[in-house]
């Protein structure tokens, strides 16, 4: 059986604005379900999202999606896309719900289904009892909401989300967290969320891509990141006799764990293949010693972004 | 992803076809034309012309109903001739001066609103390029101004063809795709710059405004430059004009201007290209800024 394609191929792309190389030499395959593109400012995100939606033409390589080139395929492509813009993007004086069945139609839905899906996103994304209201009296958060149901009316199997939290207050933006998770975890659709906010993307995104002066700074998986770093712990302990702290650091050593000491009450493990936390803590009791606190320890996706950028003439 | 179900689900219904996409964008934009009552008495009012000739034309061929309004028909057919000048000037001209007003008042609102709430973006991450867009609301002006040109002009040839008869037909029948071909070079020439105008100044009265501006403009430097110079080379920037040595050299008759023909068609082909060359370069997802 063929192996499906990556779901964003990027081979050589670079995109250039006069004299300004906006994107360079970008290349990299990423088949998460949810992939999100971090940067500080002017990374090149934006540019490479609509470069991907066939806006900006490549000045140089190419990228595919679901292995159909973007310049030669561009239009079965977007079939296949949803798309939300970072900025305020609408139809003037028409209801949610009719700017929602357009969009819906325009992407090749015919008129009964349109409207049908049109009421369905609107509940799915919590602004049905607004859906008859004209779109200039939405509030920036309900814009917000609105535009992620223009983007998922139609279906798409590809969704690209550029800034989808911009403006929106906490509440909101943990709906719109997640409205995208769940998405993803559909598996109905793959999403490429673009942010300058890392705990968006850290929230909602298996494999991150860090644009940085239009190149790839680094590349992280997150979804193994997070179980590699899940093998290492942090345990603070109370031991109640005399011994009891070298006898279970020896006993988890025993277990093949390697073993660090930060001081007497305090050690790091690194778990082998095989070995759980559960044997961990029935070596604890075993040893008569009591866990007051265990942690795993994260490399945290800020970590990975600051290490990245200064990587990149350590400058942010 | 039924209504009480709030899960996300793909759509893997029956799709229409890509090519005739851009009928969406029409069909949408004639709905919002005419949501408006005061635009629907107005184009109502478009079709009163087209009547008030065809109950001449009636009454030319009904000596009965004559009789009863005390007309003699020989007076009304001495009156009413019904042939090419009467579909020309007195039918065509008419009507298209209301197609100005008409491609006025509705082409800004089709393209300036998309594009000052940015909507492009939307439009173009779907299967659906520039071009389908600019012929999506093309085409909400060629209904709205066939409706009331070309199309009442058929009807009308269709019925006076069937009362002058086959001596009649055979010897006006060019009227006919005359009527087409007039009507559809004033759409472009119209309605292209209208949109242009309108894509460019994003704001609907100021976009009329300078439409407005622009023909008027042309209109006092042409005639300034006609009376100045005694040359026919200021009829090149006046609309009208322009439309006028058309008509003369689609229709086969003598026109009012002196212009050459090929002159005429040339700034019209001009004025159509560059318009579309201007709106096109405005209808995109971003403005790249170099």
Redo the contacts between chains.
Sequence with gaps: MSEAPPVIDLDGLGVR????QVLDDLRGAFSGRAIGLLGPNGAGKTTLL?TL????RPTAGTARLFGMDITAQG??L??Q???M?E????????SGVRFVR??A??????PE?ALE?A???F??VGL?EARYRNVETYSLGMKQLLKLA?A?A????LL?LDEPTNGLDPPARLRMLR?IR??RD?G??RIVVSSHLLRDVEECCEEVLVLNRGRIATYCNLAEERRANRRFLELDLAAEREGAGSGFRAAIEGLGCEVAVVNRRRIKAVLPPGVEVRHIYASAIQQDVTIRRLDYKRTSLEDIFLQAMEGDDGRL | MAVYDHGYKGYDGPLMPARSRFLVISRYGLRDVFASRLFLAFFAFCFAWPLVLLGAMYLRYNAEALALINLDSADLLEFVQVNTWFFQNLFLRAQLYLAFIVVLVVGPSLVSADLRNRAMPLYLSRPLTRTDYVLGKLVVLGVLVSAITWAPGLLLFAIQASLGGREWLLEHWRVAPSMVVVSVVWLLCMSLPMLAIAAWVKWKPWARIVFMGAILTGTAFGSFYKEFYDSWLGSLVVAFDVTDALSASVFGTQGTVQMPEAAAWLAAAALASLSAALLYRRVRAFEVVK
């Design positions: 604005f006069g004299r300004h609509n939606l066939g806006f900006y239009r079965e977007r079939r896309v949803g798309y813009p900025r305020d993007a609408f139809i003037a004086g028409i357009l969009m139609e325009v992407s090749g839905l015919p289904a899906r009421h369905e996103v509940f799915y049905g223009q998922i139609h279906g798409p199997s690209f409205l769940e998405i559909s109905k659709a």
